[in-house]
């Protein structure tokens, strides 16, 4: 079942919250949660540490 069913669920979940333009922050790291930082999200954090905000 897990094989059949979930890898692929899983697979697709995946690639759909790579794709999406809505980023959630302070979530745990686990499968299936973005990883991978929008461009909004890399703009900001760079602003931040060049004010020295962090």
Known sequence: MKK?????LLKIASKNINSSR???EGLASDKGTHVKKGFFAGVKSKAIKQLGLS
């Open 22 to 24: 809505l980023q959630l």
């Open 4 to 8: 059949k069913q979930m890898d692929p």
